[in-house]
């Protein structure tokens, strides 16, 4: 049965319905002592892959900073829902997501970048070869697998279906469905769905099997772009601030390290890390890696990346115009890469 508009914005009021029971606590007045910060961040993973915290964790940026993981998450909005309510220190998802979470009055501000597109980081919507699907319009009535609802995927078919001409009637025809991201390619080959949602080195192993082909990747219908950023709650950067700073510099350290590093070379040190840490991960799709994709230096977030959702969401409906301010939903004050950067060089 096709999604109703309504059904695929139920992640946007489970993600309102979490927002208000979070409370706004405040410290006492004044940044605490150093002694005073926590020096462990909860966290949660992603099967198979490496993070750039737990890549900046090895590569010894976190400096006297613990992670401490807590379990892994295959959904943006769960990951940032459970930074809000305190269950972790730090989530990420989408930037829809996170405007769409602090709508809704939680209290939590994007700190870094994480991920993005570009030209080798990117999602596509794959089909099997011999699909008889060339455009928006032959979506209508099909099944397109995805990780999660109301998140970065359902937003790129959404552009891409408005984009071919395609009503709010048809548009609502098209039906996507969660998808964990490990199935997502074995569900299109046994023809579960008609369309799978495939990146990184899920989408580049898919390819080296072969029989699928792209129908449109969110880099070409965007170009380079920051989609993803780490937020953490208002309260825990102002009871943290060395804290936060060790981290976010830290991140952006490793941003800048993946882009500088030979890509063998980046491989072998994620495929170390995964065996490490001993959850039992298939390190071969390792390989396929290429990119995170963020599109600013150090991750540095320039505003136009939530402003862009901040614009959709609001003509969607899914927020009012005027309640999100750009300003309050962001801050690049723990971001120290340039000095960082510059204290390094002058050593």
Known sequence: MATTASTRRHFLTLLGLSAVSVSCGTSASGVPAAKDQTRTL?????????????????????????????????????????????QVDFGGAFNGAVVKLAANNAPIKAVISYYGADKYAYNGFYVLKDSPIRSARDLIGKKVGMNTLGAHSEAMLDI??????????????VEPLVVPPVNTEQSLRQKQIDVAVLGGILRDKALETGGVRPLFTDYQLLGAFSAGTYVMTDRFLKQNPDTARTFVTAVGRAIEWSRSTPHEEVVDR????????????????????????????????????????????????????????LSDLYTNEFNDYEKSSAAKSGS
């Open 160 to 173: 891409y279906l408005q984009r071919g001409g395609l009503s709010q009637a048809d548009i609502d025809k």
């Open 42 to 86: 909860r966290y949660q993973g992603w099967a198979g892959q490496v993070t750039l915290p737990e890549l900046a964790d090895d590569l010894g940026y976190l400096e006297d900073v613990k992670l401490k993981w807590v379990g892994n998450t295959i959904s943006g909005p769960q990951d940032i829902q459970s930074a809000a309510t305190g």
């Open 270 to 325: 994620m495929t170390e890390i995964v065996k490490k840490r001993g959850r039992n991960e298939d390190t071969a799709p390792l390989k396929f890696w290429r990119s995170y994709g963020v599109a600013e230096t150090a991750g540095r977030i320039t505003g136009k990346e939530l402003q862009l959702w901040v614009d959709w969401l609001a003509e969607r409906g899914d927020i009012k115009k005027g309640r999100v301010t």
